[in-house]
């Protein structure tokens, strides 16, 4: 690697532009492209994927203790693309019901502002931020990946006592660090052709992924729940107590991991051994995935025992048809 930029420590660290280059053995090296990333991320003019205007506002709304819904219909009125998807949604088998809806006032009624501020984000989400050519399939596990575990955190809040006021926006945005990485190395790859390939990469973007999270969810203003979760979601215990939200999270994420919904593709009977998938399951089975050290803390703060586990698995393995 040519080296770019200031190491941590040394002056005029963090003050310019920082570029990601590449060569065959810098993807052997961990070390040194987690020091890129983290430099490319840190930079002053690295900014994330933006949010849609409309989410964004919206998000801003849901936060006041009183709403009126004629100001949440304007906001909509303004992206025509996601009002029609939020009307696609509300007219699904999911949520239709004997009146079928026909207005985004209706839309709102039934949903209701969390839950439509919820699936504004996850719509905004797929359109803005689980977007990569370089990188399509992995974004597509990403996105569903990301929604399954939003689904499950509402369900282990169902269960436990938690305040499930921003569950589902916490497990939709748990690692949209991982997005936010890719996209970064895709856009800052300097002359080389094609970004690096993601089997050689993928430990140092797995180590990077919560503070790139967290850099993101400062950058979008979210507020310090959610950016604690996005940097915490490993590990739940923060200055050594636990954070419900992330605990979560925690659980939420390792029930669509087992349910199929994870990052990294399973192995299929009847694959070929050289095949990509195989060599990813065998290479980056951790991936994503929490300590059972960490997954303990999270069940001991929900107290969350065996049996509890195995009755949030199972509900959670009928919402495959709520997923976008």
Known sequence: M??????????????GRAAIAFDDDVLLDEEALVEALLTALEAPDYRPPTLPAVAVELLELSRQPEVDF?????????????????LNVARSPIYARAVEITSLHEALSRFGLRTLRDLV???????????????AETMDLLRRHSAMTAHVCKVVCNHADVDGEYAF???????????????????????????????AIWPAVDRVHPRAGQ?????????????????????????????????????????????????????????????LRLDCVRSHTNVDASSP??????????????????????EAGGLDGTLQ
């Not at 310090?224 to 215990?237: M, N, P, T």
Request: net charge negative.
């Open 121 to 135: 984000l996850e719509i905004s989400m797929n359109m803005k931020v689980f977007k990569s050519s370089d990188y």
């Open 70 to 86: 004629e100001d949440v219909v304007r906001l909509l009125e303004q992206d025509s693309l996601i009002a029609g998807r939020v």
């Open 169 to 199: 926006m916490a497990g939709l945005l748990h690692d949209v660090g991982i997005a936010g990485t890719l996209l970064a190395l895709s856009e800052r790859r300097g002359s080389r052709a094609a970004p690096p390939d993601l089997i």
């Open 293 to 314: 050290r960490t997954l303990e803390h999270a069940r001991e703060a929900l107290g969350i025992d065996d049996a509890l586990l195995e009755r949030i698995v199972a």
């Open 215 to 275: 850099l993101m969810a400062e950058h979008w203003g979210l507020s310090e729940d959610l950016q604690w979760v996005l940097s915490a979601h490993h590990r739940v215990l923060v200055k050594g107590e636990p954070h419900r939200l992330s605990a979560t999270v925690c659980i939420a994420d390792h029930v669509a991991q087992e349910l199929g919904y994870g990052l990294v593709p399973k192995a299929k009977e009847g694959d070929d051994e050289d095949d």
């Open 2 to 15: 040519r080296r770019q930029g200031k190491k941590k420590g040394e002056e005029g660290y963090g003050q």
